[in-house]
């Protein structure tokens, strides 16, 4: 019987999608589904997470709250009373999930490949974990009977993150086959849970597009190929292609919407922007330089352990033995990270950096809380912060380029329940610079990227609206952000939208007739926050995830 009162929400996300790319491409014709949600509903700038990375960003996404609520601040944990710092999970959220929600009101959802949906949660429908699923043979499918169900169906059903292995432990080209493969069968998953379930809630999220730019943006872009002559002709398309090809999965899922009974409107977002990366910096070897990290007098000689356990890993990769081993539950790679927290002589460091790449921190070594932690918590602890804050911005390129555009206290750029767990100190770097090694004996401070993938996240993602009551060819209205996705989503089922979320709805989005048939509900005080605290221990398939990070360019 169809019920045109119902209410739903069916959301396709496309990590990573930047208007640099899909605009010209538009222009040419070349995405007619993103263009037709364009010429049918409202299309903007997206502001992402401080810093706009996928794991917080998709988590304030899921739960509409800023970090400091969520507890999410990087792929990894900082956990006190330990140097290791496991890969985050959805245990690591601390906020409930807009799925969580919609089904305690009664609500059918669905959520398939939703970074940091795993281990996946009981919801009333159906959950697919995401990006942080170790791989295929985990149990990444709520209700677990599903999994059978869906291979009878649609074949094979892949961990989405298959093709991230494949780039670093065989071949591009069984990374691009496999890659091609997963899109294909996630829009499958998709559609046949949309016929299973009915959903009132249906969120699935392309990541192939944030994986792709990671890998092939350089190729695309004119001044990196002027500077490569011989390295991209073969491969200029990668990019468009894969923008191309979720674009049409994207498209069967809104053509899908349209088949469904009621109020629908279809949704997407991307987790953040996109752009090249023009300086590497070396934050562990800027601290080590400005006396605030101090290696072992036996740290030269350990410098060959590091290189052996780097070359070691490299290998195994290569051979494809890693991943024989890691399926199997081995822990390797943990051997690199361990080779450098055993160079630091902690008992005279007071800051050290992230033991991977990619994140833009300074953590303290703080008595108390770090294991050989010797900065007192109070006066020294704050003259410390301030005077590296200080010094840090002053971080220069070998060609004389700033590194660091800002960097905070961590309760000046976060507030909430799991500031505890937050970094002492986040950077903001200039746009275009990427801290690519945790390694404290690299040559220099910070340098021109000539080789390599230089390509990392813009602030700025995508938001795009279209159905019931949404405005039409109206788009580019700005001031979003991505903490605003989920009260929007909520307020859409028709439900009330919780009192502890940041994010506000997207109300510009929407004809003033249908905001004032829909007022926005508020429930207050129903979800309460708590600090996190830590118990139990560290997983053991966070090398099978360390992989994964490796693949997007977080670690050498
Ligand atoms: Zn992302």
Request: net charge negative; with cysteine; hydrophobic share 35%.
């Amino acid at each position: 019987m169809s019920d045109n009162k119902r209410k739903r929400v069916i959301f396709a996300g496309i990590d990573g999608a930047t208007f640099s790319i899909i605009d010209p491409m538009i222009a040419e014709g070349k995405l007619p589904n993103l263009a037709a949600m364009q010429n049918n509903g409202t299309m903007g700038p997206l502001l992402s997470t401080n810093p706009p990375n996928s794991s917080l960003a998709w988590t304030s996404f899921m739960t509409g709250v800023h970090p400091g609520k969520h507890g999410v601040f990087f792929f990894r944990e900082q956990r006190h009373g330990s140097y290791q710092r496991p890969v985050v999970s959805l245990e690591s959220v601390q906020a409930p999930t807009v799925f969580k929600l919609a089904s305690a009101a009664g609500k059918k959802v669905v959520s398939i490949t939703m970074p940091l949906t795993f281990p996946v949660e009981e919801v009333n429908g159906c959950m697919i974990g995401g990006l942080l699923t170790p791989d295929r043979a985990s149990d990444f499918i709520y209700p677990p009977e599903l999994r059978a169900e869906l291979e009878e169906a649609i074949g094979d059903v892949p961990a989405d993150n298959e093709p991230e292995i494949l780039f670093h432990s065989a071949n591009e080209a069984a990374a691009i086959k496999s890659m091609y493969h997963v899109i294909e069968q996630i829009t499958r998953m998709g559609e046949y849970c949309i016929d299973k379930y009915d959903p009132d809630l249906f969120v699935l999220v392309f990541r192939q597009v944030d994986l792709t730019s990671h890998q092939a943006w350089c190729y695309q872009d004119p001044e990196w190929q002027k500077a490569n002559p011989g390295k991209w002709e073969s491969r200029q398309n990668m990019l468009a292609d894969v923008y191309t090809a979720v674009d049409d999965a994207f498209g069967r899922l809104r053509d899908k919407s349209k088949t469904l009974d009621g109020q629908v409107v279809f949704g997407t977002c991307s987790d953040h922007g996109f752009g090249p990366i023009t300086y590497r910096y070396y934050m562990n070897k800027w601290l080590l330089d400005n006396g605030y990290l101090v290696l072992k007098s036996s740290a030269q000689s350990m410098k060959r352990k590091l290189w052996l356990a780097k070359k070691w890993n490299g290998l195994l990769r290569r051979t494809g033995i890693l991943r024989i081993l890691t399926a199997r539950g081995r822990k390797l790679g943990g051997g690199q990270e361990q080779a450098l927290t055993d160079m630091i002589d902690w008992s005279k460091t007071r800051a050290y950096s992230s033991f991977s790449g990619g994140e833009d921190i300074v953590l303290i070594n703080l008595k108390g809380r770090e294991p050989e932690g010797i900065v007192n918590e109070g006066d020294e602890y704050e003259a410390l912060r301030e005077e590296i804050i200080s010094k840090v911005t002053e971080m220069r390129a070998l060609d004389g380029a700033k590194i660091i555009a800002r960097a905070f206290k961590r309760e000046d750029l976060w507030e909430g329940e799991q500031l505890h767990i937050a970094p002492d100190i986040q950077c903001i770097t200039k746009e275009t610079a990427c801290n690519m090694s945790p390694n404290p004996l690299h040559s220099v401070v910070a340098e021109p990227a000539v080789e390599g993938r230089p390509a990392m996240h813009r602030p700025h993602g995508i938001y795009g609206w279209e159905g019931e009551g949404v405005v039409k060819k109206d788009h580019r209205k700005t001031g979003f952000q991505i903490a605003d996705m989920a009260p929007t989503m909520m307020h859409l089922l028709g439900l009330e939208v919780d009192d502890h979320m940041d994010g506000k709805v997207m109300l510009d989005c929407f004809e003033e007739e249908y905001n004032q048939n829909n007022p926005v509900a508020i429930r207050e005080g129903a979800v309460t926050l708590s600090p996190r605290s830590f118990e139990g221990n560290v997983g053991d398939d966070d090398e099978k995830l360390l992989e994964t990070m490796r693949a997007l360019g977080y670690m050498e």
